[in-house]
């Protein structure tokens, strides 16, 4: 069964940086857009970004560009988000997902 | 990058059918064959019930269908269930080469 594992949530202040990590079993990213979305509490669903089979080519929601970077390690099976200068309104539950097969979520969650 | 727009509510009761509309411009649902659809229950990931506008995935029961004209795509469930209820989402992709979800429905089975 397909399954795609998020990691590297917690806690972090204001201005700091966090690694999101997600590694899938059963697909092999170089053959899929890989996408983050995440989902302040209570809220809806809000696309991040995504990154294509090769790596080449990454896109992100204006409301992160310039501080989250997305990337992949197709050797690995692994997505990673790297989220830099952090506010308080990045609070959420980040999924992975390539939209056929989704994460459980990993939550992040930024205050002092 | 505004998310596409959606009915906050809709109801049915069981058995009937109901239809969840997402509304976007020309430069997303209506500009693209892009739109999928997204059901998520409380504290779950969400699942994808519809992609490419009509598109059902292997496992996903009939009684959801798919369509969209101009700048409006919408999601039918048909013969309601008590399962069915849950949060939807439509997304579509942009003339941006992003993403955009919309603002989510709740569905209510009375």
């Known amino acids: 069964e397909v399954q795609l594992v998020e990691s590297g949530g917690g806690l972090v202040q204001p201005g700091g940086s966090l690694r999101l990590s997600c590694a899938a079993s059963?697909?092999?990213?170089?053959?899929?857009?890989m996408h983050w979305v995440r989902q302040a509490p209570g809220k809806g669903l809000v696309w991040v970004s995504r990154?294509?089979?090769?790596?080449?080519?990454?896109n992100y929601a204006d409301s992160v560009k310039g501080r989250f970077t997305i990337s992949k390690d197709n050797a690995k099976n692994t997505v990673y988000l790297q989220m830099n200068s952090l506010r308080v309104e990045d609070t959420a539950v980040y999924y992975c997902a390539n939209y056929f097969y989704w994460g459980q979520g990993t939550l992040v969650t930024v205050s002092s | 990058q505004s998310a596409l727009t959606q009915p906050a509510s809709v109801s049915g009761s069981p058995g009937q059918s109901i239809t969840i509309s997402c509304t976007g411009t020309s430069s997303d649902v209506g500009g693209y064959n892009y739109v999928s659809w997204y059901q998520q229950h409380p504290g779950k990931a969400p699942k994808l019930m519809i992609y490419?506008?009509?598109n059902r995935p292997s496992g996903v029961s009939n009684r959801f269908s798919g369509s969209k004209s101009g700048n409006t795509a919408s999601l039918t469930i048909s013969g309601l269930q008590a399962d069915d209820e849950a949060d939807y989402y439509c997304n579509s992709y942009t003339s941006s080469n992003t993403d955009v979800f919309g603002t989510g429905t709740k569905v209510t089975v009375l």
């Open positions: 490419e506008v009509s």
């Open positions: 990154i294509n089979s090769d790596g080449s080519t990454t």
């Open positions: 059963e697909i092999t990213f170089s053959s899929h857009w």
